[in-house]
């Protein structure tokens, strides 16, 4: 069965950094382009980064660009996401996705999904 587990999420405050993690097993996503998107209460799932197949190329949403890094680890099948200068409004469930396809922003391009980490700043 193919799964994608996160976990690194927690309540940090204005200014912290976290790392996130998105393990994934059953099938080999090496092959795969990865991104991170997130959702908070009573808004849109958001795209945040997104790395290719070889991790050459990276995507990011405009708000996290110089704070947030993506990148990954193909012998462990794994993606981080480095959280630097948190801010409340970075507050949100974060989902890892996986896409046989290109790198992508587009949730619609990602078929496979995580169960999400919750990551909270507080003020």
């Known amino acids: 069965q193919v799964r994608l587990v996160e976990s690194g999420g927690g309540l940090v405050q204005a200014g912290g950094s976290l790392r996130l993690s998105c393990a994934a097993s059953g099938r080999t996503f090496s092959r795969y382009a990865r991104g991170w998107f997130r959702q908070a209460p009573g808004k849109e799932r958001e795209f945040v980064a997104a790395i290719s197949r070889t991790g050459g190329s990276t995507l990011y949403v405009d708000s996290v660009k110089g704070r947030f890094t993506i990148s990954r680890d193909k012998a462990e099948n794994t993606v981080y996401l480095q959280m630097n200068s948190l801010k409340p409004e970075d507050t949100a469930l974060y989902y890892c996705?996986?896409?046989?396809?290109?790198?992508?922003?587009?949730?619609?391009?990602?078929?496979?999904w995580g169960q999400g980490t919750q990551v909270t700043v507080s003020s």
């Open positions: 996705a996986a896409t046989w396809g290109p790198i992508s922003r587009s949730s619609y391009e990602y078929n496979t």
